[in-house]
């Protein structure tokens, strides 16, 4: 079955300094990743995705994700945090081989704290 | 450009009662999917919809219920309201049958 795993409730990372927010997967088929971004009272905000190509790839406000097919996992990352990053952050995945419609299987969530 | 747009904001049922939420998509976005965010915990698929059919439905029990019109808006509606019907629902609408989502900022549910 498919799934994805956050494994920190809670990431709490100085301003300036670089963060990483974990995920790892399991699909059955070739996975399509995303992470999204969600603000208090607010609705997903889209980040980046992966779905083929560079392991590197680059999205929204200065984050970036890798990732690792060998170790199933797709870690959110940014060189340099801000406060305004502080966020509830969810990776998902879409299997490729769902059966023909969108469904996007997300991880429970992992809270970032960027303190000043 | 207008984003997904949801109504109501918030909402306060009894148990029993049947609810209605209402999304707009992007406009030109032909794909609207609903998801159930239980405090705490991811969003959870409930439906796809794609050209005014249905393409997917999760996990959920037959009182949910959903539908996309011709103008490609969708409404998701709900009998016999549960106190675990409370949640955030999320719409999210696609260009096309596959791709990223763009969310809503979604309907809150409240039942009493």
């Known amino acids: 079955a498919q799934s994805v795993a956050q494994p920190e409730d809670q990431v709490n990372v100085a301003e300036g300094n670089p963060l990483t927010v974990k995920c790892t997967y399991s699909v059955s088929g070739n996975p399509y990743l995303f992470w999204y971004v969600q603000y208090p009272n607010r609705g997903l905000q889209f980040l980046l995705k992966y779905i083929t190509g560079d392991n590197l790839v680059k999205g929204s406000y200065g984050f970036e994700a890798e990732f690792n097919k060998s170790q199933t996992s797709f870690h959110l990352k940014k060189p340099s945090a801000l406060v305004s990053d502080s966020a509830l952050y969810f990776c998902a995945v879409r299997d490729g081989s769902s059966g023909g419609y969108n469904k996007l299987i997300f991880g429970a969530g992992t809270r970032l704290a960027v303190h000043p | 450009d207008a984003g997904v747009t949801q109504s109501p904001t918030h909402l306060i049922k009894t148990r029993g009662q049947h609810v209605t939420l209402r999304c707009s998509p992007i406009s030109g976005h032909k794909s609207v999917s609903w998801y159930q965010q239980v405090l705490g915990q991811g969003p959870q698929f409930i439906f796809q919809?794609?050209?005014?059919?249905?393409?997917g439905r999760g996990n959920f029990p037959d009182r949910f219920s959903a539908r996309q019109f011709p103008n490609y808006s969708s409404e998701l509606n709900v009998n016999a309201l549960l106190l675990g019907d409370s949640a955030l629902y999320l719409c999210a609408s696609s260009p096309a049958r596959y791709g990223e989502q763009y969310f809503g900022p979604g309907t809150r549910l409240t039942v009493t």
């Open positions: 919809y794609y050209e005014k059919e249905e393409r």
